[in-house]
């Protein structure tokens, strides 16, 4: 079983900066395949980057140089760098793990309870 759980949440003025966290509950987090997802309120959720065990990388278009995913395996600990930030990021942000696929396409068995991300204009 994994527990993710997320935090670095809150409010910011756009153009501003976040680092959120997720720390996990595993017993071999460093195998785990871990991902970014998004929801804004009224939207689908979304992916916004995603780490593979080798620490390879991948990003959606729309936070491609704004947005850096990393992971410190030591810590059991998944990271999202966000900067310059935009209204459009506001959004419950989520951590996810699995351990059979990555990427921005794949579909991850575990999940955090989400972190909220409010940009103001």
């Known amino acids: 079983q994994v527990q993710l759980v997320e935090s670095g949440g809150g409010s910011v003025q756009a153009g501003g900066s976040l680092r959120l966290s997720c720390a996990a509950s595993?017993?071999?987090?460093?195998?785990?395949?871990m991902a970014w997802f998004r929801q804004a309120s009224g939207k689908e959720r979304e992916a916004v980057a995603a780490?593979?065990?080798?620490?390879?990388?991948s990003y959606a278009d729309h936070v491609k140089g704004r947005f850096t995913i990393s992971r410190d395996n030591a810590k059991s600990t998944l990271y999202l760098q966000l900067n310059s930030l935009k209204s459009d990021d506001t959004a419950t942000y989520y951590c996810?793990?699995?351990?059979?696929?990555?990427?921005?396409?794949?579909?991850?068995?575990?999940w955090g309870q989400g972190t909220q991300v409010t940009v103001s204009s």
């Open positions: 996810a793990a699995d351990s059979v696929d990555w990427g921005l396409l794949a579909r991850y068995r575990y």
């Open positions: 595993a017993y071999a987090y460093s195998a785990l395949y």
């Open positions: 780490i593979n065990t080798f620490g390879m990388t």
